[in-house]
């Protein structure tokens, strides 16, 4: 650097050195002062930088109650009696040091001031996470990007001291996405590198559109007004039908076409998208079965015949949506009692047993035990990775009387002098024929246990039957885009807005039958069995556990106003029918169940 020298009259070369110097000085701003603490500065080692700290006063945001020696949750009279023993400690009057004291007693009217208090332990609570910038390593650039987002935001006034900075995981910088997959922060510049977290492997940056919000609002307002132009259709026309209750109307008709047959063996055969139609629960005296009429239409008659143990419901002009075999005899003393809706798309039916207080396992001829049974004879857990089913068994059963027997399309569980119960996987229909066929577990997989045990209500000894169906791992695809959430029966979503189906097609309620059976049954016995819906049991808390309902309070609006219009229209003669049993039967019923 060259020094210009001005002299000027009367001015000597010494003093000329030193305004030359003072000159230098003063155009560059720096003084003695200054210079040497740059100098100290600059001599410091990296190991130095802890000093930055140093420059903090009350880092972790409890010096308050340090001071006073008293805990986070003091309360106020604790407090109070805390800064009178300072106080005598630490009072200049009394020998103590004044520093120490101030410190003390503004700790003292901090705390005790409960509004004061409030905003230094909210101050507290935020201090973790302050970012003290010089203090980590972090890759260079994304200002620009972040500064633009806080001015889109409108947050350029906002304490910056006080707020979260949160980083990207790729490379450290402010991050501005989370990727919908894994959840993971990053940034603009690495919106265009894969990424991987936990138990999502490398994959792609997701993220949710703009507008998507938006978009999902107008689908559920969407969504309502279809509901209510469905409602007012059926108020003009009771024949009204959706395009999935014609779709399904239409499935009927080609099922059905399919398998009744002119000789009748259709009669003792069970077709599980029949079964569909129908369900049945059984209380001591009385089996209810609750039918969806797809044909059903409120101008056509609808034709029920009752023959001892034959059931037949067929409407006008339709085939015959149940044509079977009964699988236990009824008892003919009593008329079969039937309900059905003014639209006749619904229709309830009681029968009387034969024997009071026999347990019917089938419904009709050819059906496996408990087929279409609202209160299965196992209880079912389903995870993202398994299905468990639980039998409790008496406890002379042995491995040696259980069978089973998996396959891709189903299973089969056999316990000698007990059950058979088959059961069909649900599968998920193909949407091109180039997709892959889905798998509902993985074979190799699965096994069972036969283990002792305690029955849950009674607490007696008996023996439990546990059968692990494991599933497959997620695919590339719910890798990608599910969160590594299997797509299965789980998050199926169905033309009635329901998400979700049951595991077993055989257990699947696709017509709301469980609502009008719980009615009947709640009618009948004061309690009835609920088995949680899919919407119910794959969401949060998960309550897929059966239980027994016995205060009216509890039950679904659905099955309170079903339960009234069965009380309603229930015939006079019931009220004043003589529910006695003949003592011969009691005695036959008695000696053959010792």
Avoid at 360 to 367: N, P
Avoid at 560 to 586: G, M, Q, V, W
Wanted: glycine letters at 6%.
């Amino acid at each position: 650097m060259i020094g210009v020298t001005i002299k000027t009259p009367g001015q000597s070369d010494a003093s000329v050195g030193d305004e030359t110097h003072t000159t230098t000085r003063e155009r560059f701003g720096v003084n003695a002062d200054a210079r040497e603490r740059i100098l100290v500065r600059m001599s410091r080692s990296d190991g130095a930088r802890a000093h930055v700290w140093d420059s903090i006063d009350d880092l972790r945001g409890d010096a308050h109650y340090i001071a006073l020696g008293v805990c986070a949750r003091a309360t106020t009279s604790e407090i109070k009696r805390a800064f009178a023993v300072k106080a005598r400690e630490l009072h200049p009057d009394k020998g103590g040091n004044a520093a120490a004291f101030a410190k003390v007693r503004k700790a003292y009217e901090t705390l005790i001031d409960p509004k004061l208090r409030r905003t230094y332990d909210a101050l507290q609570k935020e201090h973790k996470y302050r970012y003290i910038r010089g203090v980590t390593q972090r890759a260079p650039g994304g200002e620009d990007s972040l500064l633009d987002d806080i001015e889109r935001l409108g947050l350029e006034n906002v304490c910056a001291a006080t707020q979260l900075v949160t980083l990207c995981e790729v490379c450290g910088r402010p991050s501005t996405k989370e990727c919908f997959v894994c959840t993971a922060l990053f940034c603009d510049f690495c919106e265009r590198k894969q990424h991987w977290k936990g138990e999502v492997g490398l994959h792609w940056p997701v993220v949710q559109v703009d507008g998507k919000m938006a978009k999902q609002l107008g689908q559920r307002q969407l969504e309502e007004k279809r509901k209510e132009d469905y409602e007012r259709a059926q108020r003009e026309d009771p024949n009204y039908r959706t395009d999935s209750e014609l779709q399904a109307l239409r499935s009927f008709k080609e099922i059905a076409a399919e398998m009744y047959h002119p000789d009748g063996r259709h009669k003792k055969r069970y077709d599980a998208r029949l079964a569909q139609n129908y369900m049945w629960t059984q209380s001591m005296r009385s089996v209810f079965v609750a039918v969806h009429i797809p044909t059903g239409y409120a101008d056509k008659e609808l034709h029920c015949e009752f023959n001892g143990d034959y059931v037949l419901v067929q409407p006008e002009d339709s085939l015959p949506v149940v044509d079977r075999v009964l699988a236990r005899s009824t008892d003919a003393r009593y008329p079969v009692q039937t309900f059905q809706t003014e639209d006749k798309r619904f229709l309830m039916i009681e029968m009387r047993k034969a024997k009071i207080g026999e347990e019917w396992k089938k419904l009709f001829e050819g059906d496996s035990d408990y087929a279409r049974c609202v209160k299965p004879p196992y209880e079912l857990k389903e995870s993202n990775s398994e299905v468990l089913m639980e039998f409790e068994l008496p406890f002379w059963i042995d491995s040696e009387d259980v069978g089973v027997n998996i396959t891709p399309m189903g299973i089969r569980i056999k316990v000698g002098g007990e059950f058979d119960v088959e059961r069909m996987f649900w599968k998920k229909p193909k949407r091109k024929e180039k997709d892959d066929e889905f798998n509902a577990i993985d074979i190799e997989e699965c096994t069972w246990s036969l283990d002792d045990a305690f029955e849950r209500e009674s607490g007696d000894p008996c023996k439990v039957l546990m059968v692990l169906l494991a599933k497959p791992k997620p695919d590339e695809q719910d890798m990608q885009y599910k969160r590594g959430v299997r797509s299965d029966n789980r998050n199926v979503h169905r033309d009635d807005e329901r998400q979700g189906v049951r595991f077993f097609i055989d257990d699947q309620d696709s017509y709301f039958l469980e609502t009008i059976l719980q009615a009947a049954e709640f009618v009948e016995t004061g309690s009835a069995w609920y088995q949680p819906p899919p919407n119910v049991a794959y969401k949060p808390p998960f309550a897929s556990t059966g239980r027994y309902i016995r205060d009216f309070e509890e039950l679904a609006k659905d099955v309170k106003e079903i339960i009234t219009t069965l009380l309603e229209n229930r015939p006079a003669s019931a009220h004043i029918e003589e529910d006695i049993f003949d003592i011969d039967d009691l005695e036959n019923d008695s000696a053959s169940m010792n």
